[in-house]
């Protein structure tokens, strides 16, 4: 061990902020300085690190700095050093490309356009600077205050576009497809028609609103200086009149303002549902359909925390914040060129707190997004802590540690607590100064308008209905700060989201498919060498046959690797060497569902789901009728048990079959298995909490059951293999120690014999 870490050691020299943890075969722990902080740049470089061929696992934790990567028996520890000191100085030096598998880099046509920015962007902004310059100095009032007015748009076009892109390339490298869309266009998807339609709704409200506005302030025109200029235009002659005019425009607006913001907000939350279902239908989808290993190397909580409370976020954005924006937008899009028009002398005050506002937004955006991948984290490891509390129940009441229990949570609620703090301290903070610069903002426009008409620059009926509407839109950009938050926590659970979505599914592998009328089962490992990842080799170039039609036995030391076989079979894993074969053919040349409508499988610990027993039974032949149910309950010694109960098949069992008895539940298990029907029925540990009668009772039916298939019995109590036609005794690394019928074995002498003596010693005693 000291030498694979010293050989890790040796880039510690580099100057790359990465240096080695905890270095194990098949799994490394680094610190790396550079993710620090960024949980975009740790999602970057886990990306990165998961193209790489023989690399199993990355996760890079923007929270410690820290970097799991676990990695197949293909490279060596060594290898792994110079893996992750490439990809720190890729993503260091190229976060935008780091994450994107090598054929996925931009297009060579795109080059000339990159080559120009830094040419045509300096002379663009010297050729600028020394313009407004010149007018600065030289020019009139009005030019000056144009070009103020003009900066003020400048500065704004700029911070926008930088925090426009900057989440671009987040969302290109987390997801490492290479697509370059933005995160809010990703998570629209497919509906993009309901979200034209909410966004012309909400700017068809914000006009009629700005109309309202404008609409009173003529109102208040009429009632200090006797008339509305504009409204003399429409006929509208003496003071009275346009007061009647004013009052049916006003009715209008307020009409057109609630019928439109009742439309918009229906379609924004009906977007925001769509949202949320489709993101959690399709997730969802994705997960059932991932790697067993990645699929298990998942915490559940976490992957249920993407499932509900991130699908629900990116929702939620859309059914509010979304449509803030949009009116905003649309307020600013009005008003500037009005004000530019009619008030110019006042425009340049009056927007300023935009671009303030958006950088500060933006810096607080920076910040913000590790305090709520930190705040994430912390949730996450008390749901998990939480949920497993929980499901130890007896083993926390039989140890006598509630108490215990309770510090635990304690300490991570406290941490979550904390860092809520954190990160509601930033949040409040940049909500208050945009306050502040709003209301600084709104004091000024009011004086200098006010200065400006005292002087006679500004004409008052010009200043009267300008007066409200900037105050409009400087009460919406208050809540730019809250927009923000609710921004930056969609990106978090976006990227949360997407992690997960960019766990491999499993491959089909081949086009083949198994006739299930046709099946005979033999089954054979052709020198399989295989080993989970980071753990030493579970199975060394075995090599074993399980004819076809009969009963097979695997039996040996605990960790020998029987489960393991069982599950190459079923294809959860795949074999690193060697082959696995069903009739000749080899299982990655068939499709997985056809393998596995091949084979019956009890697992060793079966998970039985909260509902009926008749719907545990049934599950996965779920056309099953009640005759065939009851029929495999039989078979499975089930239904003696089940008959006793007061709502029989119909009772309910509870979480994860709560409610039964261990050998109950492995007979509901069994059940299920038989009900299935396949050619080939593997039984691991499947009946090792039922008492010796029961047993014997189910091995005597399943001697019917198990004419005409071939059966995989593996087990620890020897007298449940006793009558196999074949039994392998495993031994520690995976491989054959004996083989042979039970008499065949017995009389070799071996472990097998002395296994059984001890047994049959254990129930003589
Ligand atoms: N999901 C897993 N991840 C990592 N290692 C595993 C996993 N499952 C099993 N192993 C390891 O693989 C080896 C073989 O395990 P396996 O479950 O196949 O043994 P077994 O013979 O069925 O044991 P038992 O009789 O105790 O059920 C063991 O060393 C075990 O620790």
């Known amino acids: 061990m000291p030498s694979l870490l010293g050989a890790a ?181 497919p509906h993009r028609r309901r979200l034209y339609r909410a966004a012309a709704l909400s700017v068809a409200c914000q006009t009629a609103e700005m109309a309202l506005g404008t609409f009173l302030g003529w109102t208040g025109l009429v009632l200090i200086k006797g008339e509305a200029a504009p409204l003399v235009s429409l006929g509208l002659t003496t003071a009275s009149a346009q007061l009647w005019g004013l009052a049916g425009l006003v009715a209008v607006a307020c ?195 006010g200065l400006s008409v005292l002087n006679g620059t500004l004409r008052f009926e010009v200043f009267s209905p300008l007066i409200g509407l900037p105050q409009m839109l400087l009460m919406r950009m208050s809540r730019v700060g809250g927009i923000t938050d609710q921004y930056q926590r969609t990106l978090a659970s976006y990227n949360r989201v997407q992690r997960l979505r960019t766990l491999p599914v499993e491959a089909d592998g081949g086009d083949g498919t198994l006739d299930l009328a046709e099946v005979r089962g033999e089954v054979v490992l052709d020198g399989v060498t295989f080993a989970y990842p980071g753990r030493p080799t579970a199975l060394k170039d075995l090599s074993l046959t399980i004819p076809a039609g009969q009963v097979t036995a695997l039996v040996g030391a605990t960790g020998s690797g ?58 996965g032949s779920f056309a099953a009728s009640d005759e065939e149910v009851l029929r495999a309950a039989a078979m499975a010694e089930a239904h003696t048990f089940v008959a006793t109960l007061p709502d029989g098949y119909d009772t309910l069992i509870g979480e994860r079959g709560a409610a039964l008895s261990g050998g109950q539940r492995q007979r509901i298990a069994l059940a299920r298995a038989i009900l299935k029907d396949s050619p080939v029925v593997i039984l691991d540990e499947a009946t090792s909490a039922v008492d010796n009668e029961t047993e014997a009772a189910i091995q005597r039916t399943l001697r019917g059951f198990a004419t005409d298939r071939t059966m995989v019995v593996i087990a620890h109590r020897l007298s449940t293999v006793r009558h196999a036609d074949r039994i392998y005794v495993m031994d520690k690394g995976g491989i054959v120690a004996e083989q042979g019928t039970h008499d065949e074995l017995l009389a070799q002498h071996g472990l097998y014999a002395s296994l059984w003596q001890l047994q049959a010693g254990e129930l003589a005693a």
């Open 9 to 189: 050691t040796e880039f510690r020299s580099v100057e790359l902020g990465a240096s080695p943890r905890s270095v194990t075969p098949g799994r490394q722990r680094w610190d790396v300085k550079l993710v620090l902080g960024r949980p975009r740049t740790a999602e970057i470089l886990a990306a990165a690190l998961r193209h790489i061929p023989g690399i199993t696992e990355a996760q890079a934790n923007p929270v410690t700095g820290g970097v799991l990567v676990r990695h197949d028996a293909r490279l060596r520890a060594t290898d792994i050093g110079r893996i992750i000191r490439r990809a720190v100085t890729r993503v260091a030096e190229e976060p935008a490309g780091a994450g994107r598998p090598a054929p996925a880099r931009p297009a060579p046509a795109s080059a000339p356009r990159a080559d120009l920015g830094p040419v045509v962007r300096p002379v663009l902004a010297v050729g600028g600077g020394v313009a407004a310059g010149v007018a600065l100095i030289k020019g009139s009032t009005l030019s000056r205050q144009l070009v103020a007015a003009g900066g003020v748009a400048t500065a704004t076009a700029v911070v926008l576009r930088k925090a426009w892109r900057g989440t671009v390339d987040t969302s290109r490298d987390a997801t490492g497809t290479g697509a370059e869309r933005h995160p809010l266009l990703e998570i629209v998807g």
């Open 255 to 449: 009409a057109a303002v609630a019928g439109l913001s009742y439309a918009s907000n229906l379609q924004w939350r009906r977007l925001g549902q769509d949202i949320e279902h489709d993101w959690r239908s399709r997730t969802y989808r994705h997960v059932q359909h991932l790697e067993l290993g990645h699929l298990e190397g998942e915490r559940t909580s976490k992957v249920a925390g993407a499932l509900t409370n991130d699908v629900g976020q990116l929702g939620a954005f859309f059914a509010g914040p979304a449509n803030d924006v949009l009116q905003l937008g649309t307020s600013l899009a009005v008003l500037v060129p009005a004000f530019l028009l009619l008030a110019p002398q006042i425009a340049w005050i009056a927007f300023l707190p935009v671009p303030v506002i958006a950088w500060l937004s933006l810096h607080h955006q920076k910040k913000a997004a590790a305090d709520y991948a930190a705040t994430g984290e912390c949730r996450s490891k008390l749901g998990s802590q939480v949920i497993n509390s929980l499901e130890a129940g007896a083993t926390v009441k039989s140890f006598c540690t509630e108490d215990y229990e309770a510090e635990r949570i304690d300490v991570l609620s406290e941490s979550v607590q904390e860092s809520s703090r954190q990160t509601d301290r930033s949040t409040i903070r940049h909500a208050e100064t945009v306050r502040s610069c709003t209301t600084a903002s709104m004091a000024a426009t009011l004086l200098i308008g």
């Open 562 to 619: 029987k489960t393991t076989i069982a599950r190459l079979l079923m294809r959860f894993q795949d074999a690193q060497s060697g082959r696995v074969l069903i009739d000749g053919q080899d299982i990655r040349d068939l499709r997985r569902h056809s393998l596995r409508h091949a084979i019956g499988f009890v697992a060793q610990d079966p998970f039985l789901f909260d509902g009926s027993i008749a719907d545990n039974i049934r599950y």
